[in-house]
């Protein structure tokens, strides 16, 4: 089992601020997803980096795969409402099969 | 269809219960799997099949059996579980093992043990 920590585990904003969140391994991973989750439904696929350095953009969501792919991070620009949820790293072994990070929950305030 | 389908919705069963949890996709993946998740904790992997052959079992109880009757459709087999088993069982899909897709996820079984 991969081990991949995120920060914060907690946030809490007002709408319209910005926000990021890291994920950080000392493992290699082949990709690494981003998932968001809301209580009572399974994670919904955001985003898949695969390339060391790469960064992808999915509205106000920019996503970032470390140039070591041991890390990512997630930065929300001008965060609204909508965007509260349970937000889960996942990483990828060489066969596709995910781990989960920690997770992060965040809370935004209208 | 981009769904994958999870039923029952919830669960209530004794430890002397045998229940099925089952899951089917129809969008060809050829890659399902089994997670638990138990509340505010992230989704654990229990079980992977690759063209409906088991490749992993991350060190899952016997009282959790796995099976795949065919490529759209995946059980999860449950006999005498422990109150500790209480937590949401998702199921997966991918288009395959061993390349960087996205998985599907169903919206998972709400699993009470008493």
């Known amino acids: 089992t991969q081990l991949l920590e995120q920060s914060p585990q907690f946030l809490s904003i007002q709408e319209g601020e910005n926000l990021t969140v890291y994920c950080n391994s000392s493992s290699v991973f082949s990709s690494l997803q981003w998932y968001r989750q809301e209580p009572g439904e399974g994670p919904v696929l955001l985003v898949t980096v695969v390339t060391g350095g790469e960064v992808k953009k999915l509205k106000r969501l920019t996503f970032q795969f470390g140039d070591a792919r041991k890390d990512s991070s997630l930065h929300i620009t001008a965060a609204q409402p909508g965007d509260t949820g349970l937000y889960l790293c996942?990483?990828?072994?060489?066969?596709?099969?995910?781990?989960f990070g920690t997770g992060t929950r965040l809370t935004v305030i209208p | 269809d981009t769904e994958v389908t999870q039923t029952p919705k919830h669960l209530v069963m004794g430890m002397t219960n045998k229940k099925s949890l089952k899951c089917e996709q129809h969008m060809g993946h050829r890659a399902m799997y089994w997670y638990k998740q138990k509340a505010k904790k992230p989704p654990e992997l229990m079980f992977v099949?690759?063209?409906?052959?088991?490749?992993i079992n991350e060190s899952v109880p016997s009282r959790f059996s796995p099976e795949c009757p065919n490529s759209s459709l995946l059980n999860l087999h449950l006999h005498a579980l422990q109150p500790e088993d209480s937590a949401l069982y998702l199921c997966?899909?991918?288009?395959?093992?061993?390349?960087?897709?996205?998985?599907?996820f169903g919206s998972g079984t709400r699993l009470t043990v008493v």
């Open positions: 997966a899909s991918s288009q395959a093992a061993g390349q960087s897709y996205g998985y599907t």
């Open positions: 099949y690759s063209y409906e052959k088991l490749s």
């Open positions: 996942a990483g990828a072994d060489g066969a596709n099969n995910l781990f």
